[in-house]
């Protein structure tokens, strides 16, 4: 039906152009309104016929021209371009896409590849946090409690700098750049090798599906790294509806701030329920569970809200996939370093200055002998039960809106400042098979 309207204009505007040779493709410039085309060669009649066609055809009218056009392409290499060197073997291009973006095994390879990704993070973030505790908070921080304290430094004061803002600063580079910089570097790696398109053609089937647009898999993976950047990318959505879906739902993404809570809360409370030689591998089975989880509740609301609030026509999605490059090992690792690793880093420290100061003074400013923190606790402990929480917790969150990278140190924090040392040691917070990394941040 689309090529007998689209036959039909065509005709018209043979009969008013006779001198044309290319009045099909004028037909589809008219029926998508281009601005220049109308003004050369349409008139009313042809505005009138151009206009029905479009209404009759739909808003994706543009997508299924596109389609056309790549199946007809498709059609033609088929019939007189044969793959292979002179031996019959085929390029390794070839050979990589047909197994990672197979129907079948591109799911597993790709699954797979963030396993390997995340369990190098979480085995290789081990040693240097613990480097960094033992630093940053075993050596420097009693020596500089001890530096302003031979300068006659106020009580106050040397807690407010040294207990407050210097500890929260280190409690944050101690548990967020490790994991960030191995995972960054790691994950631009796939970038630059031109996989990371391969797993948005994966996916593009199950948004079509879910009622998404297919270009929601590049936003999705852009939301893996900063779910501000996964926003800001929806742009490459033609669709209205379909890119406030995307925008809605990029926050199942986890983002560079979440990846090391994810990390160490799965370490934490998940490794250390089993063996400590089981631990590290079922924290990464954990992550990977929460990763998998978020994607498939971002079908699920794609899915809903498609059919719901944001009902409407899926379009297509044309990707073409980038050839395969040897990564740029030191360039990328400069980059990702820079660009991503130490500018969230310097975020995150930003705001832990300022709430390790907002905490020390909540926890040792006093409303009728109990501090501050303590009746926000109290007052929150309520709230807190009926979510599964803690009043403890939900005040770190409250703290932490500005940047979610600082949650685990602010309940540290909390924790510390409200029980103790003594009692925070003795809380049973250090758990039995608990690794190393996770008992220095402790």
């Given at each position: ?139 420097a921080h009693p020596h500089l409690r001890e530096l302003f304290v031979s300068m006659h430094s106020p009580e106050w004061f040397t807690g407010l700098m040294v207990d ?111 063996p400590s030689q089981y631990s590290n591998v079922v924290a990464l089975l954990a992550v990977m569970a929460v990763v998998l989880a978020g994607v498939g509740f971002m079908f699920g609301s794609s899915w ?139």
């Amino acid at each position: 039906q689309t090529s007998a309207l689209i036959q039909e204009l065509s005709d018209k505007v043979k009969e008013h152009f006779p001198d044309i040779h290319n009045a099909e493709w004028i037909a589809f410039r008219l029926i998508e309104g281009d601005v220049s085309v109308q003004e050369r060669f349409s008139n009313a009649e042809l505005n009138a016929l151009a206009e029905r066609i479009h209404l009759q055809i739909g808003n994706n009218f543009h997508d299924q021209w596109m389609e056309d056009i790549y199946a007809q392409a498709e059609e033609i290499c088929r019939e007189v371009v044969q793959q292979g060197n002179e031996r019959g073997r085929l390029p390794l291009d070839i050979k990589l896409d047909r197994i990672l973006t197979h129907r079948i095994w591109g799911f597993p390879i790709m699954v797979a590849l963030l396993c390997c990704v995340f369990w190098l993070t979480i085995i290789g973030s081990n040693y240097p946090s613990t480097w960094l505790n033992e630093i940053l908070i075993g050596f420097a921080h009693p020596h500089l409690r001890e530096l302003f304290v031979s300068m006659h430094s106020p009580e106050w004061f040397t807690g407010l700098m040294v207990d407050g803002v210097y500890l929260a600063t280190a409690w944050v580079v101690s548990v967020m750049l490790p994991p960030m910089a191995i995972f960054f570097p790691l994950f631009t790696l796939l970038e630059d090798f031109g996989y990371l398109p391969r797993v948005a053609f994966n996916l593009d089937e199950l948004f079509r599906r879910s009622g998404a647009h297919g270009k929601q898999a590049l936003t999705m993976s852009m939301g893996f790294g900063c779910n501000a950047a996964g926003v800001v990318s929806t742009r490459i959505i033609d669709s209205s509806r379909e890119r406030l879906i995307a925008i809605i739902t990029n926050n199942f993404s986890l983002c560079n701030g979440r990846w090391p809570t994810q990390i160490l809360l799965a370490t934490l409370f998940i490794g250390a329920a089993v063996p400590s030689q089981y631990s590290n591998v079922v924290a990464l089975l954990a992550v990977m569970a929460v990763v998998l989880a978020g994607v498939g509740f971002m079908f699920g609301s794609s899915w809903v809200l498609s059919r719901t609030v944001l009902r409407g026509e899926v379009s297509t999605f044309h990707l073409e996939l980038p050839p395969y490059r040897p990564p740029q090992f030191w360039q990328t690792l400069y980059t990702s370093v820079i660009d991503r690793t130490l500018i969230v880093l310097w975020r995150a420290v930003v705001f832990a200055a300022p709430a390790g100061a907002l905490i020390w003074l909540s926890c040792n400013i006093t409303v009728g002998d109990v501090s501050i923190a303590q009746h926000l606790i109290s007052f929150l402990d309520t709230p807190g039960w009926l979510m599964g929480l803690n009043g403890v917790i939900l005040l770190a969150y409250i703290l932490a809106i500005p940047a979610n990278e600082i949650v685990i140190p602010t309940i540290l924090m909390l924790t510390m400042l409200v029980l103790g040392p003594a009692d925070f040691a003795s809380s049973g917070v250090l758990m039995e098979g608990t690794d190393e990394q996770t008992k220095m941040i402790l």
